[in-house]
C-alpha cells in the first residue's frame, strides 16, 4: 500500500471587519509554513490612500485592481508552495462591490460573479468568523459602526452560500476566541488528504 503526501492547504478567513481574520491568518500560515495573503485594502489606507477622495470610477478601478492583486498573490504562492492562507476570498470583492453600490452596472457585475465563483474553486476551505463576537477596536481604518459590519457579514455569508456550495466552510462558533482552539477548529475541518 502507497501512502499519499498530504497537499498543502488553501484556506481563506473571511468576516466582517474587526473578528481576528488578521490574527488567523498569521497564525494559520506560521502553523503551515506557508505564505499569507493580506488584505490589500489595509496596507493602502495605512500608506494614506483616502478612500473619500476618490471618485465613484476611480474606487470601482480600486476594488477590481486590489481583487486582481490579491488573486495573483494567491495564485503565486500556490504555484511556489503548493498552498496559501488569505485574507478574504473572491467572493468578498465581490461583496464589496456590491456593498458599495456598483451592481447597477449589470454586465460588469455579472463578469465579477463569474469570475469570483471561479476563482473559488482552488479553496479547500473557507473560514467565516462570526461578527462581534470579538470586542471591536477602532483603528481608523476600519469603520467602527457595527451595523455596516453585521451588513457585511450577512452579505458574504448569503455570497457564499448562493455561489459556493461545493466550497467547504467553517462557520467558527461565535465562543471560539482562543487563537489556539481556533487553528484546531480550522485542522479538523480541513478536507482529508489536506494538510
Known amino acids: 500500500m502507497t501512502e499519499t503526501t498530504p497537499r498543502r492547504p488553501r484556506i481563506a478567513v473571511t468576516g466582517s471587519a474587526g473578528t481576528g481574520k488578521t490574527t488567523l491568518v ?8 506557508l505564505p499569507v495573503v493580506p488584505e490589500h485594502m489595509r496596507s493602502r489606507i495605512e500608506a494614506g490612500l483616502d478612500l473619500h477622495k476618490l471618485e465613484w470610477p476611480q474606487f470601482r478601478a480600486l476594488i477590481r485592481e486590489l481583487y486582481d492583486e490579491h488573486l495573483a498573490a494567491r495564485d503565486a504562492a500556490i504555484a511556489e508552495t503548493g498552498g496559501a492562507v488569505t485574507d478574504r476570498c473572491p467572493l468578498d ?3 464589496f462591490w456590491l456593498h458599495y453600490g456598483f451592481g447597477s452596472d449589470e454586465a460588469e457585475t455579472d463578469a465579477l460573479a463569474a469570475d469570483a465563483v471561479a476563482q473559488m474553486a482552488p479553496l479547500d476551505l473557507v473560514v467565516i468568523l462570526p461578527a462581534g463576537a470579538i470586542p471591536f477596536v477602532a483603528d481608523g481604518v476600519r469603520s467602527p459602526n457595527h451595523w455596516l459590519q453585521i451588513k457585511f457579514q450577512i452579505l458574504i455569508e448569503g455570497l457564499l452560500e448562493r455561489f459556493a456550495p461545493d466550497v ?3 462557520r467558527m462558533p461565535a465562543d471560539v476566541l482562543d487563537p ?9 475541518a480541513l478536507p482529508e488528504g489536506v494538510r
Open 26 to 33: 498569521d497564525a494559520l500560515g506560521r502553523h503551515f509554513g
Open 93 to 95: 470583492t465581490l461583496g
Open 168 to 170: 467547504p466552510v467553517l
Open 180 to 188: 489556539q482552539a481556533r487553528i484546531d477548529a480550522v485542522l479538523a
